[in-house]
């Protein structure tokens, strides 16, 4: 009797090892990609941070926009006053 409750136990046992180990698994893989993407998210800061200390880089960013294609920049500049709240918001947001 003692015996077979032992078995029970050891077969408990290695029954939870084995949920352990997959869970472990599965967390190690969601961290891998969490850290992906806060690595991304931290790259894309530092860019716009590079951007917005350079009113010269925006103004060739804009250029380039406007040579590549001019009739979407036009529909953008419609927009303009929309654009500038969102850079607003975006800037206060990201460095404050």
């Given at each position: 009797?003692?015996?077979?409750?032992?078995?029970?136990?050891?077969a408990?046992?290695?029954?939870?090892?084995l949920n352990?180990?997959?869970?472990r698994d599965?967390?190690?893989?969601f961290?891998?990609?969490?850290d992906v993407?806060?690595?991304w998210?931290?790259?894309?800061?530092?860019i716009?941070?590079?951007?917005?200390?350079?009113?010269l880089?925006m103004?060739a960013i804009?250029?380039?926009v406007?040579?590549?294609?001019?009739?979407?920049l036009i529909?953008?500049a419609?927009?303009g006053?929309?654009?500038?709240?969102?850079?607003s918001?975006?800037r206060r947001?990201l460095?404050?």
């Amino acid at each position: 009797m003692i015996r077979a409750h032992l078995a029970e136990i050891a077969a408990r046992r290695t029954e939870l090892r084995l949920n352990a180990a997959f869970q472990r698994d599965e967390l190690d893989g969601f961290l891998e990609r969490s850290d992906v993407f806060s690595h991304w998210i931290r790259r894309g800061q530092v860019i716009a941070r590079e951007i917005t200390q350079r009113p010269l880089l925006m103004g060739a960013i804009a250029l380039a926009v406007f040579a590549a294609r001019p009739k979407r920049l036009i529909e953008i500049a419609a927009s303009g006053w929309w654009v500038w709240r969102l850079y607003s918001r975006l800037r206060r947001g990201l460095f404050q």
